[in-house]
């Protein structure tokens, strides 16, 4: 890893989002005129800057091309004569979001950073979608078919039909529905290349990706308690798939970030989860959901995820230097990576 971006209802750059989350500072506040069907105001994170009656599509460009910019490099992605992968980590289909939203995403990324050697691709999974993307990027880079890769993942539930449908079938967390969870909008990414070329352009070594592994659940949330219920299965799979590179490395997990949002269903997903794998890690009961203070930011998910991790472990305030980052989509998907960082003489947390 050689850069990283953030810009969330906390911080509009990953140290201070990650300062922000560590210190448990939460941006979910009342909606100034959006009600749920009890009359009372739905809450949720809101970015700090944008206006709340900024259209949807245009709240996820301005968060996505923002970000984009924090990057090293950014001003000359496709003009460095090196060879750059985008991939873009989009929502999955939902009432209330455009449809092609990710495909406008790349048009306006090509727009600002221009054509030339840069080439786009699309990853629709939501939540999981940028443990995914990890994946594609490290097999672009592995097979030379990248010089560069950038995971950016953007999401954002600010839109009125949106929200009426999450509030209508229960997703929508309020005084009267405690099943649900608080939506909010974020937008990440990461930078990604092979170590010497890391070097060679003058960067920072801020980590790197040892592993990513994936798989699907049968039983999603929307088929949970009809027939049969979630026990864990793709979650398990997905995080049994790091075990060679923990056996190989002999290094456990030490600290773990998660899309937890307070969901029931991906809570006692989580409980059946670490029964099976808590021998990958020297804390399996101990991991960060951010939720609480940004709000579910759905597909932005993983390169959040990454900037909290580097950040715990560059400023000494992680339990080790390895990292899992996982997070489970509606449609099944669930992923986790791994990322190793320098190591630093971690301390616990206060």
């Given at each position: 890893?050689?850069?990283?971006?953030?810009?969330?209802?906390?911080?509009?750059?990953?140290?201070?989002?990650?300062?922000?989350?560590?210190?448990?500072?939460?941006?979910?506040?009342?909606?100034?005129?959006f009600v749920d069907r009890?009359?009372?105001?739905?809450?949720?994170?809101?970015?700090?800057?944008?206006?709340?009656?900024?259209?949807?599509?245009?709240?996820?460009?301005?968060?996505?091309?923002?970000?984009?910019?924090?990057?090293?490099?950014?001003?000359?992605?496709?003009?460095?004569?090196?060879?750059?992968?985008?991939?873009?980590?989009?929502?999955?289909?939902?009432?209330?979001?455009?449809?092609?939203?990710?495909?406008?995403?790349?048009?306006?990324?090509?727009?600002?950073?221009?054509?030339?050697?840069?080439?786009?691709?699309?990853?629709?999974?939501?939540?999981?979608?940028?443990?995914?993307?990890?994946?594609?990027?490290?097999?672009?880079?592995?097979?030379?078919?990248?010089?560069?890769?950038?995971?950016?993942?953007?999401?954002?539930?600010?839109e009125h039909q949106t929200?009426?449908?999450?509030?209508?079938?229960?997703?929508?967390?309020?005084?009267?529905?405690?099943?649900?969870?608080?939506?909010?909008?974020?937008?990440?990414?990461?930078?990604?290349?092979?170590?010497?070329?890391?070097?060679?352009?003058?960067?920072?070594?801020?980590?790197r990706l040892t592993a990513?592994?994936?798989?699907?659940?049968?039983?999603?949330?929307?088929?949970?308690?009809?027939?049969?219920?979630?026990?864990?299965?793709?979650?398990?799979?997905?995080?049994?798939?790091?075990?060679?590179?923990?056996?190989?490395?002999?290094?456990?997990?030490?600290?773990?970030?998660?899309?937890?949002?307070?969901?029931?269903?991906?809570?006692?997903?989580?409980?059946?989860?670490?029964?099976?794998?808590?021998?990958?890690?020297?804390?399996?009961?101990?991991?960060?959901?951010?939720?609480?203070?940004?709000?579910?930011?759905?597909?932005?998910?993983?390169?959040?995820?990454?900037?909290?991790?580097?950040?715990?472990?560059?400023?000494?305030?992680?339990?080790?230097?390895?990292?899992?980052?996982?997070?489970?989509?509606?449609?099944?998907?669930?992923?986790?990576?791994?990322?190793?960082?320098?190591?630093?003489?971690?301390?616990?947390?206060?």
């Amino acid at each position: 890893m050689a850069g990283l971006a953030a810009r969330t209802p906390v911080g509009l750059r990953p140290e201070s989002a990650a300062a922000a989350v560590r210190a448990g500072i939460s941006a979910i506040a009342e909606h100034p005129f959006f009600v749920d069907r009890n009359g009372e105001p739905m809450r949720l994170a809101q970015d700090a800057v944008m206006g709340p009656d900024m259209p949807l599509a245009e709240r996820m460009k301005e968060l996505l091309l923002s970000t984009l910019l924090q990057l090293p490099q950014a001003a000359s992605l496709s003009a460095n004569g090196l060879r750059t992968l985008l991939i873009i980590c989009a929502p999955e289909q939902r009432p209330g979001l455009p449809d092609g939203v990710a495909e406008m995403l790349g048009r306006a990324a090509m727009g600002r950073f221009g054509a030339e050697n840069l080439r786009v691709q699309y990853l629709a999974y939501g939540h999981a979608a940028g443990m995914l993307a990890f994946g594609v990027a490290a097999k672009a880079i592995d097979e030379d078919k990248t010089d560069l890769a950038v995971v950016a993942g953007v999401d954002s539930y600010h839109e009125h039909q949106t929200l009426e449908w999450m509030d209508e079938t229960g997703q929508l967390k309020s005084e009267v529905n405690r099943d649900g969870f608080f939506p909010g909008e974020a937008a990440g990414a990461c930078l990604l290349a092979r170590g010497d070329l890391i070097s060679e352009l003058g960067l920072a070594l801020l980590g790197r990706l040892t592993a990513v592994s994936a798989a699907s659940e049968r039983i999603t949330i929307k088929l949970h308690g009809k027939e049969e219920v979630c026990v864990g299965e793709g979650l398990s799979s997905a995080f049994l798939g790091l075990g060679p590179a923990v056996e190989r490395d002999q290094r456990k997990i030490t600290d773990t970030y998660c899309d937890l949002n307070g969901q029931r269903y991906r809570n006692e997903e989580l409980v059946y989860t670490i029964l099976r794998v808590q021998h990958l890690s020297d804390q399996a009961t101990h991991y960060l959901h951010p939720a609480d203070c940004w709000g579910d930011v759905g597909a932005a998910s993983g390169p959040l995820f990454a900037a909290l991790a580097h950040a715990a472990a560059s400023k000494g305030y992680s339990r080790g230097s390895r990292a899992a980052l996982w997070a489970g989509s509606e449609g099944g998907q669930r992923a986790v990576t791994l990322l190793d960082f320098p190591a630093n003489s971690p301390r616990k947390a206060a």
